[in-house]
């Protein structure tokens, strides 16, 4: 298995950019795809962006398309979500997760979740 912890949430001016870290330890981390997902207060979680095991594929929501990019640096375990454009609909809890699967909703580890507000 896995383990996942997330950093570099915050507060951030609408417009601005931050960008999450997500640090894994455990088994190989090129053996899992990667994905971000967040949760508004009062609202389900929704998925954000997933990138495959070596990067090579990417899917993103509509929402965050063109302003939000998934990475990943194997040699590091870590993966990234750049974040730019930001607007306040984009305040949430993010998380990162992996499943061993591409194309699934299902992922089997999850992060603990790092806050990401964005004020007007």
């Known amino acids: 298995q896995v383990q996942l912890v997330e950093s570099g949430g915050g507060l951030v001016q609408a417009g601005g950019s931050l960008r999450l870290s997500c640090a894994a330890s455990?088994?190989?981390?090129?053996?899992?795809?990667m994905g971000w997902f967040r949760q508004a207060p009062g609202k389900e979680r929704e998925f954000v962006a997933a990138?495959?095991?070596?990067?090579?594929?990417?899917s993103y929501a509509d929402s965050v398309k063109g302003r939000f990019t998934i990475s990943r640096d194997n040699a590091e375990n870590t993966g990234y979500l750049q974040m730019n454009s930001l607007k306040p609909e984009d305040t949430a809890v993010y998380y990162c997760?992996?499943?061993?699967?591409?194309?699934?909703?299902?992922?089997?580890?999850w992060g603990q979740g790092t806050q990401v507000t964005v004020s007007s």
């Open positions: 997760a992996a499943t061993t699967g591409w194309g699934t909703q299902k992922y089997d580890y």
């Open positions: 990138t495959s095991w070596t990067g090579g594929r990417t």
């Open positions: 455990g088994r190989t981390f090129n053996s899992y795809v």
